[in-house]
């Protein structure tokens, strides 16, 4: 049998481009080496969501007595805590499992190779098949990377994966890399009372964020007793009797930092490794496989979506990647549009940022208007208790057309949306300013950090000289 469409990884670039493909009526083939839904619904993004919304709800019994509320022999039970992040991680894999069937999805489980440009070949276990397809998919994500560091063998050194699995919360953590993943698992720890250290080489955590939402931040988060140390490599990691000695170094001398574990956050890279690619005549290198705005690859048949082409590695930006390459193959025009790509980021607050920052602004040499509103003046963030954070709009000083927004603060991944659409549509900051929002809501900062754009924020005290 041929295929019209097949699809190699099933994650959430994979499992939509199958859906797609065979609501498009197509008869499609989805591989998958392990378990359906990816990195992102089995070791990323929804068991650390699980997980963080635990440690949420356990500061939130320990602040208590803030709301007039009293409770008495509190606690929580790590492996229960664990157990629920299993438990929802099989009900939605499940539903995917269901969505799948109900599309008539034929999912095969075993290892891909392509064996042509219209031919792969799969191996499970002792058997090995062989299968044609008209087009075909690649959606084969990222894997945890790992410095060349002496020591990272060691037992103690941690990846991702291996950090979800953890049965029990270390005494103490030291963190190798301040970017997405780095900071959300330090929020995690630290919130069931591990002692966190974060070591980054570059001279800012979460580099790729504004600068005025990380400073923010880098003040919370050592309030909730995280430390953060940048500018920095590490050096050598060793095991003691006692501890794990983790050596660092600034250019100028080097200390040593003693942790019981080590936890690696220094990025993923694409899993691009025994894909076959070469055979196929597919373009690729150590940073992904190379595409064109329509996630067509050098080979004609061929497409690639999500980590495995090193661009945007968000399970978001994977599923968009995979209707524009499903409905490609399936002889439609269908183009991938980055211009408002949202990013969250789960810390404590929570961060979510769309478009340029201030910087990526200035260095492009734009003319640009910059507004911030904090959540300190909105009345529902201080009923909740969460009036940490702010809200940044850039907007352009000629139009007023929405550049980019940046959010710290309660929900920041739910408010980011009114920033996305205004960018993908060519909203001006006065389009959001003059919709009503609704009172009392947390969507109150964004009209009034864009009401800052061509006039004066409403619920923010006036600066002397400022007409």
């Given at each position: 049998?041929?295929y019209?469409?097949a699809?190699?990884?099933?994650g959430?670039?994979?499992?939509?481009?199958?859906?797609?493909?065979?609501?498009?009526?197509g008869?499609?083939?989805?591989v998958?080496?392990e378990?359906?839904?990816?990195?992102?619904?089995?070791?990323?993004?929804?068991?650390?969501?699980a997980?963080?919304?635990?440690?949420?709800?356990?500061?939130?019994?320990?602040?208590?007595?803030?709301?007039?509320?009293?409770?008495?022999?509190?606690?929580?039970d790590?492996?229960?805590?664990?157990a629920?992040?299993?438990?929802?991680?099989?009900?939605?894999?499940?539903?995917?499992?269901?969505?799948i069937?109900?599309?008539?999805?034929?999912?095969?489980?075993?290892?891909?190779?392509?064996?042509?440009?219209n031919r792969?070949?799969?191996?499970?276990?002792?058997?090995?098949?062989?299968?044609?397809?008209r087009?075909?998919?690649?959606?084969?994500?990222s894997?945890?990377?790992?410095?060349?560091?002496?020591?990272?063998?060691?037992?103690?050194?941690?990846?991702?994966?291996?950090?979800?699995?953890?049965p029990?919360?270390?005494k103490?953590?030291?963190?190798?890399?301040?970017?997405?993943?780095g900071m959300?698992?330090?929020?995690?720890?630290?919130?069931?009372?591990?002692?966190?250290?974060v070591?980054?080489?570059?001279?800012?955590?979460?580099?790729?964020?504004d600068?005025?939402?990380?400073?923010?931040?880098?003040?919370?988060?050592?309030?909730?007793?995280i430390k953060?140390?940048?500018?920095?490599?590490?050096?050598?990691?060793?095991?003691?009797?006692?501890?794990?000695?983790?050596t660092?170094?600034?250019?100028?001398?080097?200390?040593?930092?003693?942790?019981?574990?080590?936890?690696?956050?220094?990025?993923?890279?694409?899993?691009?490794?025994?894909?076959?690619l070469?055979?196929?005549?597919?373009?690729?290198?150590q940073q992904?496989?190379?595409?064109?705005?329509?996630?067509?690859?050098?080979?004609?048949?061929?497409?690639?979506?999500?980590?495995?082409?090193?661009r945007?590695?968000?399970?978001?930006?994977a599923?968009?990647?995979?209707?524009?390459a499903?409905?490609n193959?399936?002889?439609?025009?269908?183009?991938?549009?980055?211009?408002?790509v949202?990013s969250?980021?789960?810390?404590?607050?929570?961060?979510?940022?769309?478009?340029?920052?201030?910087?990526?602004?200035?260095?492009?040499?734009?003319?640009?208007k910059v507004?911030?509103?904090?959540?300190?003046?909105?009345?529902?963030?201080?009923?909740m208790?969460?009036?940490?954070?702010?809200?940044k709009?850039i907007?352009?000083?000629?139009?007023?057309?929405?550049?980019?927004m940046?959010?710290?603060?309660?929900?920041?991944s739910?408010?980011?949306?009114?920033?996305a659409?205004?960018?993908?549509?060519?909203?001006?900051?006065?389009?959001?300013?003059?919709?009503?929002?609704p009172?009392?809501?947390?969507?109150?900062?964004?009209?009034?950090?864009a009401?800052?754009?061509?006039?004066?924020?409403?619920?923010?005290v006036?600066?002397?000289?400022?007409?």
């Open positions: 049998m041929t019209d469409v699809v190699i990884g099933g959430p670039g994979g499992y939509v481009a199958a859906i797609r493909a065979a609501q498009l009526g008869k499609v083939l989805l998958e080496k378990k359906l839904g990816g990195v992102c619904l089995n070791r990323g993004c929804i068991p650390t969501k997980l963080l919304k635990s440690a949420e709800k356990w500061q939130e019994l320990q602040q208590c007595a803030e709301f007039g509320l009293k409770a008495g022999d509190i606690g929580f790590f492996v229960a805590i664990m629920r992040k299993q438990e929802i991680i099989a009900r939605l894999r499940g539903g995917i499992e269901q969505l069937k109900s599309n008539d999805i034929t999912v095969v489980k075993g290892t891909a190779t392509l064996a042509g440009p792969l070949e799969v191996a499970g276990g002792t058997e090995r098949q062989s299968f044609s397809a087009n075909i998919i690649i959606a084969t994500g894997v945890p990377g790992m410095p060349p560091i002496p020591g990272r063998e060691l037992a103690v050194v941690l990846t991702s994966d291996e950090a979800l699995e953890l029990a919360v270390p103490s953590m030291l963190v190798l890399g301040a970017g997405v993943v959300e698992f330090a929020t995690l720890l630290s919130a069931f009372g591990c002692d966190v250290t070591v980054e080489l570059l001279p800012q955590i979460l580099p790729a964020v600068s005025d939402i990380v400073k923010r931040l880098g003040l919370s988060l050592r309030k909730q007793g953060l140390v940048t500018g920095v490599r590490v050096t050598v990691i060793e095991q003691t009797e006692d501890a794990v000695a983790v660092v170094d600034n250019g100028k001398c080097s200390q040593q930092l003693l942790v019981e574990k080590v936890l690696v956050a220094a990025g993923r890279r694409p899993a691009v490794a025994g894909l076959g070469e055979t196929a005549g597919v373009e690729y290198d992904g496989i190379k595409v064109d705005e329509r996630m067509a690859t050098s080979a004609a048949g061929i497409y690639a979506v999500g980590d495995v082409t090193g945007s590695m968000l399970a978001h930006v599923s968009a990647a995979g209707l524009v499903a409905e193959a399936m002889g439609q025009q269908a183009v991938m549009d980055y211009r408002a949202p969250c980021i789960f810390t404590k607050p929570e961060i979510a940022t769309v478009g340029l920052t201030e910087q990526e602004a200035c260095a492009q040499q734009l003319a640009i507004s911030k509103f904090n959540f300190a003046a909105n009345g529902k963030a201080v009923t208790g969460e009036a940490d954070g702010l809200v709009v907007a352009c000083a000629a139009t007023g057309n929405m550049l980019g940046h959010i710290l603060g309660p929900h920041a739910d408010l980011i949306m009114e920033g659409l205004a960018i993908r549509n060519g909203l001006t900051a006065q389009a959001i300013a003059h919709t009503i929002h009172h009392p809501t947390l969507s109150e900062t964004v009209m009034e950090s009401h800052g754009i061509d006039g004066d924020i409403l619920h923010q006036k600066l002397k000289g400022r007409r």
